[in-house]
């Protein structure tokens, strides 16, 4: 009996250590991808959404008439050929996805997107980990960050925040700010509701 168990103890710690070996030397990438969208200034339907596992959803004004995107992938070479972005369009709307199984280990996937100052595009931005981040730009925003930090500043539009340990920082808004579902610490300065015809 004594000898059995001795096997068996040695058999799963020699299996711990060969799967814990190729974690460890696996070989750490970086992949980008770049992508433009458009959507004509008066369209007053336009909408956007990101949905993204873990890392950092940023967007920012541009002079430029056309939406830019910037995709950055990071982690081990072999987790990162099954982590997969997914965008689509249509004539009102971007639709984007980070992709990718439970089994996949440790990654990061980060989302810079530039947007025409002029466009009012409402923004619908959800992280389950990481940083989301909307400076000066027009239109409502519906973010929700289950953990990490939501960043709001210079924003003409209403917005709506959620998340059960997320933070706030909210800072020059023309519109309404809903924080009542985030749980996380709330820093709200300057903010102005959005007066009707503006």
């Known amino acids: 009996m ?6 068996i103890s ?10 814990g070996c190729e974690a460890l030397t696996q070989k750490k990438k970086s992949v980008e991808q770049k992508k433009t969208y458009f959507f004509q200034t008066d369209n007053k339907l336009a909408k956007i959404s990101i949905e993204n ?7 920012s004004p541009t002079d430029s008439n056309q939406i830019t995107l910037k995709v950055t992938k990071k982690g081990g070479e072999k987790d990162l050929s099954k982590v997969k972005i997914n965008a689509t369009q ?8 980070t ?14 997107m530039a947007i025409p100052r002029e466009l009012r595009l409402s923004k619908m931005l959800a992280c389950a980990r990481g ?20 960043e709001i500043c210079n ?3 209403n917005v709506t925040v959620k998340g059960p340990k997320a933070d706030l920082i909210a800072r020059n808004i023309q519109g309404l700010v809903d924080a009542r579902h985030l749980l996380g610490a709330k820093q709200l300065e300057n903010i102005v509701p959005e007066q009707p015809g503006i």
């Open 2 to 7: 004594s000898r059995t168990i001795l096997f």
């Open 10 to 19: 040695v058999l799963v710690f020699s299996s711990y250590n060969i799967n």
């Open 53 to 59: 596992t873990q890392g950092t959803i940023k967007v």
């Open 90 to 97: 249509t004539k009102n709307a971007i639709v984007i996805q």
């Open 99 to 112: 992709i990718a199984p439970e089994s996949v280990g440790k990654f990061e996937v980060d989302y810079l």
């Open 131 to 150: 940083i989301i981040q909307v400076l000066d730009t027009h239109g409502d925003i519906d973010a929700r960050n289950t953990t990490g930090t939501i």
């Open 155 to 157: 924003v003409r539009g």
